[in-house]
């Protein structure tokens, strides 16, 4: 794709960047039916090619009202789906996330939009906050048509999805090491997560279950926080750049005391972002540092793969179907080890049929876009429930918790059933079942 960049602009990294992928765009087209939003209402301004004419407008001065584009970007879940279906290798992923600042310090957003991303940016990242905000959001869902109707279908939506009650985790109280169950044969690293700790803390107790069991030991380490995966998908690069530094920081000082092999994550979209980490702080004193911790960034399938499971202790288990989270698939190529490995557990595991989109979760964007991410997930929900399969496994949080909401399977993250399969305990939604 031919680029007319202002002179002004050429020495800025970002923008070279940004021009770099755009030529090797050849317009071809091959995105769109790759691509969730465009194959919903068929608007080419919502489809990659169309988003990636628009960014090329606003970057190259042409379209000089940023304001008339906010609403395709911010439509964009960043799946990542058009990357894969790219012949011609255009790295959509750092084209949409160098996009997003740039248009949030040309915009100014509407009062309540401000608002809402605000509020989730000084929220979701943070457990106690989190945690305390989901006490208050169930006390006010009874208000949830009234606050909506005030204040806009966000607030109802954020009011409507959260959750019953907030599990704690019977096992992580902080940061500490856990055991290896027999001789020590490795040492890894866990990210606890921010939302996952509040939401779902029962999927880090069996990742270290299951480490554990495989007689690697747990460092669960003081100061690696949030890698700022929520916050750099919403264009707030200084948030960002702050989360990802303070992480490596952790991180690197984990490693001067007693190093790990590698950085566990059970969450595919924190994973996806920790693997970026040397490109998201290129140019900076950490760029080292932040290579670093992206190379030994895996995703738990992938490091349980390479090791292989414990015995399997469970003579009755589910028919699974797994959900591929856009994130690991798209995001990291991660696809086999986790069928496999719950195959290799004794799981029956079934493929979702058709053509797979994304489920609308996308980090905030649920929260953010409701109405597309209902339509999305009621479409992977039907496919799913055609099958017959008794439960459904994913690999990320955000898809966990927006299949549950729509689905009348039990929903559940693909490590705890390796851990039940394995002896632990069953996932608490499935305690209750014919198989616990």
């Known amino acids: 794709m031919r680029t007319q960049i202002p002179d002004a602009l050429k020495n800025d990294p970002d923008i070279a960047e940004m021009d770099a992928i755009l030529r090797k765009c050849v317009h071809c087209g091959f995105c769109l039916s790759a691509c969730p939003t465009y194959s919903l209402n068929g608007d080419e301004r919502t489809s990659p090619r169309g988003r990636i004419y628009l960014i090329k407008s606003m970057i190259e001065g042409v379209q000089q009202d940023a304001e008339s584009i906010l609403a395709p970007i911010d439509s964009c879940l960043s799946c990542l789906a058009c990357a894969s279906a790219c012949p011609s290798g255009v790295d959509y992923q750092h084209f949409i996330d160098l996009a997003r600042p740039r248009l949030e310090r040309s915009v100014t957003r509407a009062p309540g939009d401000a608002f809402v991303r605000g509020l989730l940016a000084r929220l979701l990242p943070y457990p106690r906050r989190f945690k305390a905000a989901l006490m208050l959001a169930r006390l006010a869902r ?48 866990l990210l606890a997560g921010c939302a996952q700790q509040v939401l779902r803390a029962s999927i880090n107790d069996a990742t270290i279950r ?59 979209g ?44 469970r003579p009755r288990l589910p028919r699974v179907i797994y959900h591929d989270a856009c994130s690991l698939l798209h995001g990291q190529k991660v696809t086999a080890p986790p069928r496999q490995l719950l195959r290799d557990a004794g799981f029956e595991v079934t493929e979702v049929p058709g053509k797979h989109f994304c489920c609308g979760s996308a980090g905030s964007y649920n929260l953010l876009q409701p109405e597309t991410a209902n339509e999305l997930a009621l479409r992977r929900i ?24 729509m689905s009348g399977l039990p929903v559940v993250h693909t490590v705890e059933l390796l851990d039940w399969a ?7 939604e499935l305690a209750q079942g014919p198989w616990a």
């Open 422 to 428: 394995t002896g632990g305990p069953p996932p608490p």
């Open 142 to 189: 009874p208000l949830a048509p009234l606050l909506e109707a005030l204040l806009g279908k966000r607030i109802g939506a954020m009011l409507r999805m959260a959750p019953a009650e907030a599990r704690r985790s019977d096992i992580i109280d902080g940061p500490r090491t856990f055991e290896a169950t027999g001789a020590r044969v490795g040492r890894v690293g």
């Open 382 to 405: 039907k496919a799913i429930e055609a099958t017959g399969a008794e439960v459904i496994a994913t690999g990320n949080i955000g898809c966990l918790e927006q299949l549950a909401r």
């Open 270 to 313: 924190c994973g996806t972002h920790m693997k970026d980490f040397g490109f998201v702080m290129r140019g900076t004193a950490q760029q080292a540092d932040a290579a670093t911790v992206a190379d030994l960034t895996r995703d738990v399938s992938e490091f349980v793969a390479t090791r292989g499971l414990p015995t399997t202790t």
């Open 210 to 268: 299951l480490l554990t069991r495989m007689n690697v030991e747990v460092v669960v380490p003081d100061n690696a926080g949030c890698c700022g995966a929520l916050v750099h998908h919403m264009g707030r690069s200084d948030d960002a750049h702050a989360a990802v530094g303070s992480a490596v920081d952790g991180w690197m000082a984990q490693q001067g005391q007693a190093p790990v092999e590698a950085i566990i994550v059970n969450a595919a």
